[in-house]
T-cell receptor
Framework: GQQVMQIPQYQHVQEGEDFTTYCNSS?????IQWYKQRPGGHPVFLIQ?????EVKKQKRLTFQFGEAKKNSSLHITATQTTDVGTYFC???????????FGSGTQLTVLP | DARVTQTPRHKVTEMGQEVTMRCQPI?????VFWYRQTMMQGLELLAY????????DSGMPKDRFSAEMPDATLATLKIQPSEPRDSAVYFC???????????????FGPGTRLTVL
């Protein structure tokens, strides 16, 4: 079945440092989504990528979809304490009927 | 501001008791998901429905878990009998499925934090 792997599992950074989380799929994806879950909260949709090589930005967040549509990354520039949380990728292959979530990367930002 | 609602938000029960969790999806959404989240296993898909029909419940322990959608505004997840290993946060999410080429964003509810003693 479809597998979505995410690394790293945990990341501690100093406020102001950059952060990147990576998502890799065992199969080619038709789309990939990113979600953020604050501590004690629920996953919240951030963005969806559909096209090969697509890059989207939301303020300090940059999302990329690989050329082969099997990997994706989320990069945060100059992290802030408000960036704390767990970031999940979720992908769907063409034949799958639902998203498969990665294991998440838990980001801690030290002030 | 439409959102998914879940009740109860917290539940503490004793082993062997029945637990029922409820979810009200966003009005107009045709797909409902049940997830379980633990530190060890992360976010696991238990079951999901489309247009109230169960499409996949392969992630759910069949002997004790059951999921239903009695109508379009209510989804339920029941555990009977509950066990300590069922302690987790259970999320309901809803979405609007428009086919394979559409956006299938999932909107999560606040979750039910279940503790089984």
């Amino acid at each position: 079945g479809q597998q979505v792997m995410q690394i790293p599992q945990y990341q501690h950074v100093q406020e102001g440092e950059d952060f990147t989380t990576y998502c890799n799929s065992s199969t080619t994806l038709s789309n990939i989504q990113w979600y953020k879950q604050r501590p004690g909260g629920h996953p919240v949709f951030l963005i969806q990528l559909v096209k090969s090589g697509e890059v989207k930005k939301q303020k300090r967040l940059t999302f990329q979809f690989g050329e082969a549509k099997k990997n994706s990354s989320l990069h945060i520039t100059a992290t802030q304490t408000t960036d704390v949380g767990t970031y999940f990728c979720a992908g769907r292959s063409g034949s799958a009927r639902q998203l498969t979530f990665g294991s998440g990367t838990q980001l801690t930002v030290l002030p | 501001d439409a959102r998914v609602t879940q009740t109860p938000r917290h539940k503490v029960t004793e082993m062997g008791q029945e637990v029922t969790m409820r979810c009200q999806p966003i009005l107009g959404h045709n797909t409902v998901f049940w997830y379980r989240q633990t530190m060890m296993q992360g976010l696991e898909l238990l079951a999901y429905f489309r247009n109230r029909a169960p499409l996949d419940d392969s992630g759910m322990p069949k002997d004790r878990f059951s999921a239903e959608m009695p109508d379009a505004t209510l989804a339920t997840l029941k555990i009977q009998p509950s066990e300590p290993r069922d302690s987790a946060v259970y999320f309901c999410a809803s979405g609007l499925w428009r086919g394979l080429m559409g956006t299938d964003t999932q909107y999560f509810g606040p979750g039910t934090r279940l503790t089984v003693l």
